[in-house]
């Protein structure tokens, strides 16, 4: 065993200071988020807000391109321009990120060899609405974009039988992309694909929670239908 032990020679050849401050605040409209969950990022550091908004990033003193706001579902905003110098305090530095309303109410339905997906439309206050993009996935493949749509409704015509089908809607903006609605199930016929239950297995338990072999609607997570 090592009782003493010492480390000598250290030498330091440079040093690093964060001398300099940016300062404002968050407003998040909408949604069920709060502003402590956006991030405020200058070059490459970043900080969280307090819940209230306000915040303060410590940055070395030199020239970086732009301030940014993020927070997913959100939109994003940014102040462009920093040159810093040793002790200077940048003030005011606010933002006000808009919710990128997503679809809600998404259902699925069969109707004669098609299924009719509908949800309602979203609202663009203070927003510019594009479209509503569509993904699907058949029975274990990965979801792919399916089609866009204008409106909020659109029918699926290339159905075949005994196949899963699962479905979400994202809403697009000029400003940003919405998060996803539910998943939106279809059960053509046959065993359903997913693990509902998420016990490991896929079996008649998982048939039972969404629907037994038949059409049907459901309101699981994503999580449990991959």
Do not use: C
């Not at 964060?18 to 502003?35: H, M, W, Y």
């Not at 993020?70 to 200077?88: Q, R």
């Not at 809600?104 to 510019?128: H, I």
């Not at 809403?171 to 490991?200: C, H, P, R, W």
């Amino acid at each position: 065993n090592i009782e003493n032990w010492f480390i000598d020679d250290i030498s330091i050849t440079a040093t690093f200071s964060k001398t300099s401050q940016v300062k404002g605040n968050v407003t998040i409209t909408d949604g069920t988020l709060t502003a402590d969950k956006a991030n405020v990022k200058i070059g490459s550091y970043s900080v969280h807000p307090s819940s209230n908004g306000d915040y303060t990033v410590y940055v070395p003193a030199t020239s970086f391109e732009n301030l940014t706001a993020s927070l997913v579902g959100y939109t994003n905003s940014s102040i462009a321009g920093f040159d810093l110098s040793f002790g200077d305090i940048s003030e005011n530095n606010n933002f006000t990120l808009y919710h990128l309303f997503p679809a809600t109410n998404f259902v699925a339905t069969s109707n004669e060899g098609s299924v009719v997906l509908n949800w309602d439309a979203v609202s663009s206050e203070n927003l510019t609405f594009e479209n509503y993009k569509i993904f699907r996935r058949v029975n274990l493949t990965n979801f792919e974009e399916l089609a866009t749509a204008t409106t909020n409704s659109y029918t699926d015509s290339n159905i075949e039988e005994n196949n899963a089908y699962y479905y979400y809607v994202v809403a697009k903006y000029t400003e940003g992309t919405s998060e996803k609605t539910n998943v939106a199930f279809i059960q053509t016929s046959g065993i359903m694909y997913g693990d509902a239950d998420l016990d490991g297995d896929i079996d008649r338990n998982d048939v039972a929670l969404v629907a037994s072999a038949a059409v049907g609607e459901i309101d699981l997570t994503e999580a449990q239908l991959l």
